[in-house]
Structures are given as C-alpha cells and as structure tokens.
C-alpha cells in the first residue's frame, strides 16, 4: 500500500474520532442561532436516530459527547443519560480508534491475522446497535417529544399546548409521554432498516480478502454519519431531508441487508462458540446459503439442501422468516459438484468454480463427510486455500490433493 494513501486513511480516522469534540468545542463556543419552528425537534429527531443507526458505537459516543460539551455547567452534565457521562463516550470513541486502527493497520498484514478482529468488530456492531435500539433510540425520541411539547426557549411555542378549560380534563395526561409512544415504534423502525444496511458494512468487511478495501468500506460509512451530522447542525430540515434519502436507500436494500445480516450472525455465532468441533453434517437436510449462481435464489439466502429420492438436489428456503416455504431445484447432478474447502468457510461449487452453495463455518473440516452425504464429486481448495497450494505448487511444492467422495 503506497504511504500517501496510509497517511489519507490515518487522517480520516483521526478526523472521524477528533471530530466530535471539535464540532462539540466549536457550538459551544459560537452557538448556531436555533430553528425556532415547532417541528425542527422532529427534524433533529430524524437526523439524530438515522446518524446512530449507521454507526451505532461512533454515533452514541459522539452524541454524548456533544450533549456533555454543550451543558451549560456540572449540574447539568451529571443530568445527563449514562450514555453523554464522559466515562461512557470516552469509552466508546476510543473503542471506535482502536477499530479503526486495525483497519488501517490491518491493510498490511494478511488476511488470515485480521479476520478473527473483523468478527470481533461485526459481534460488537451487533451489540451496540442492540444497546442503542434498547436505551439510546428511546431517550433521544422522550427528549425531542418533551422539547415539542414543553420548549424551554422555542419562541414559537409548543405544537401540543393544552390551554384554557381543555386543559382540565386532560391535564393529567403528558403530551410528550403519548408522542413518544406513538414515535418510538416508527423510529425504531427507521433504526433497524438504517442499522441492517450499514451492520451489511461489517459483513462486507468478513467477506473481504483485501484491508485496503475494509478501510474504504469503514470510511465510506464514517464519512455519510458525518455528512448527516454536520448538515444536521447547519439547518434541521437539510439534515432531515438527507437522513430521509438514506432511510429511503436503506428500505431499497433491505432484502440484500437482511440477507447479509443473517451470514453475519451465523459466521459469528459458529466461530465464537467453536460450533464445528461438535458438529457433524446430517445424511440429508443441511443448514446452508445460497451461492452466486443458484438460479432464481438470492445470494447468501439462508436454507436447507436436500436430496432428493430421484437422485437431485433441491434448496428450500424462505425469503423472508414470515414468508411461506420456497424451493429451487439445482439442474447440476450432484456428481457434476464438489465441495471446496475454504481457509474460514467452504462452498460447494461445480467443476468451473461455479459457486452454488456457501458453508457456515461449522462445516470446516467436515467436507469429506458432507460431500459423501450428498454424492459429490469431491472435496479441494478453495479461496485463499487454493491461492495456497497453487502458490506452494508454483514454488516447487505439492499442491493439497483433492480428495474424492
């Protein structure tokens, strides 16, 4: 990697975790007149949840840091929720530099040493985003509500102001209680669509044999929440309208993002929990993912391979987990496919390494047996194991044998 482009990822780095407390320093200092309209809450509400849903870990600690800059003294910030406490964002921001240090730093070692630290980052991603769905989403919605219909300096009024004698029979009830409950479903909605396509981010990053492209993926990500965050603050409505295309984009790539999601929490779940030391594929009927080449399947859709009386293969799956049952039927014999063991996970494909199937990680040095279940053709190297052997054959070695079914 040239050093120009290591210094161009260093600095956006130390932009994106140095950022949120310049930005913070900066309001502070020279505070931004406020849209005194009765709806900018909503707005800032939008961009608010939409830039913690792309990154839910660097989103909640440069939230809480902004929010612990901006109070006005120390009885003000030790009011704050856990989150803006500055143990809690430090904690965070430097979780987010040291994650960002291995993707730079990780350009230059090869992949195999990176990866155990990518699943780490994609299991973290998953709890953060949990953590901010459960605690971080709903507080954010209670305060703008509150701010809607309580302004403490919004000139232009509350949009929900119980006055004169209806204010009698309704004045045990909270306007800002009722709007959060009926705004908390909607945006923990946009939440999740916006998390599942920026989490496919951290999937992407597994599949991904070259850091070069984990660090452009990490910074593509970043540089959108700061695009949200800095419009956001310069006019409300900006901010909200972008937010809007990203959740509209997100809703687009659901499907695609729900699908990589999955593979994600599979991969981490059979790695972590060391699955394929207690596994042994059934003689029929396997968990496994749909390849590129499945015709009429989504990649990477979740299903079962079963083989059928007649001799064929056939995929059963579901689109979506409310969905009914789907099937495709595979056109090549088993005899025309093998399995290929991969370096972290393995495939079946056939003689042209045409991938029809992908393994979970479960299924790592149980090719043999899956291969003989199935009647395939055999069992050899597959991505960076094959660059592998190929290398080792280049070089004057013996390259890994294949072994038949």
Not at 65 to 74: E, G, M, N, R, V
Not at 182 to 198: E, I, K, Y
Not at 342 to 369: C, K, M, Q, V
């Amino acid at each position: 990697m040239k050093r120009s482009v290591l210094l161009l990822l260093v600095l956006a780095i130390v932009t994106s975790v140095v950022g949120p407390f310049a930005f913070a320093a900066a309001t502070k200092a020279a505070p931004a007149p406020a849209d005194k309209s009765p709806m900018a809450p909503v707005a800032a509400a939008i961009s608010t949840v939409t830039g913690i849903a792309i990154s839910p870990l660097l989103g909640t600690g440069a939230f809480g840091a902004y929010k612990w800059f901006t109070a006005k003294d120390d009885a003000a910030r030790a009011a704050l929720p856990w989150y803006a406490q500055m143990k809690y964002w430090l904690s965070m921001l430097l979780v987010v530099g040291v994650c960002a240090a291995k993707d730079v730093f990780g350009a230059a070692v090869p992949a195999a040493l990176k990866k155990p630290f990518d699943i780490v980052e994609a299991v973290e991603n998953k709890m953060s985003g949990i953590v901010a769905a459960g605690a971080v989403v709903p507080f954010t919605v209670s305060t703008f509500m509150d701010i809607l219909v309580h302004p403490a300096s919004n000139t232009a009024g509350a949009l929900v102001t119980p006055s004169g004698l209806a204010a009698i029979q309704i004045g045990a009830i909270d306007g800002a209680s009722i709007l959060t409950a009926l705004a908390l479903p909607g945006a923990l909605a946009v939440f999740a669509v916006v998390w599942m396509a920026s989490h496919a981010i951290n999937v992407l990053i597994l599949l991904s044999p070259w850091g070069a492209i984990d660090a452009a993926l990490k910074g593509a990500r970043t540089g959108l929440l700061g695009l949200v965050t800095i419009t956001s603050a310069l006019n409300p409505w900006a901010g909200a309208a972008l937010s809007l295309v990203v959740i509209l984009l997100a809703y687009l790539l659901a499907g695609w993002a729900f699908r990589l999601t999955v593979f994600g929490s599979v991969f981490c779940w059979d790695f972590f929990t060391m699955r394929a030391g207690r596994f042994s594929p059934r003689e029929n009927d396997n968990a496994m993912f749909a390849g590129a080449h499945l015709p009429g399947v989504p990649v990477r859709t979740y299903g079962r391979l079963v083989q059928r009386t007649e001799g064929g293969l056939q995929f059963f799956y579901r689109p979506w987990p409310w969905m009914p049952v789907r099937s495709a039927k595979l056109a090549a014999l088993p005899a025309e496919l093998r399995v290929g063991r991969g370096l972290f996970f393995s495939e079946i494909a056939n003689l042209e390494d045409r991938t029809f199937f992908l393994l979970p990680p479960r299924y790592r040095g149980h090719e043999e047996t899956l291969a003989r279940a199935y009647f395939l053709a055999g069992v050899q190297p597959a991505g960076l194991n094959k660059a592998w052997s190929e290398l080792r054959e280049m070089l004057g070695g013996r390259a890994t044998p294949v072994a038949n079914a």
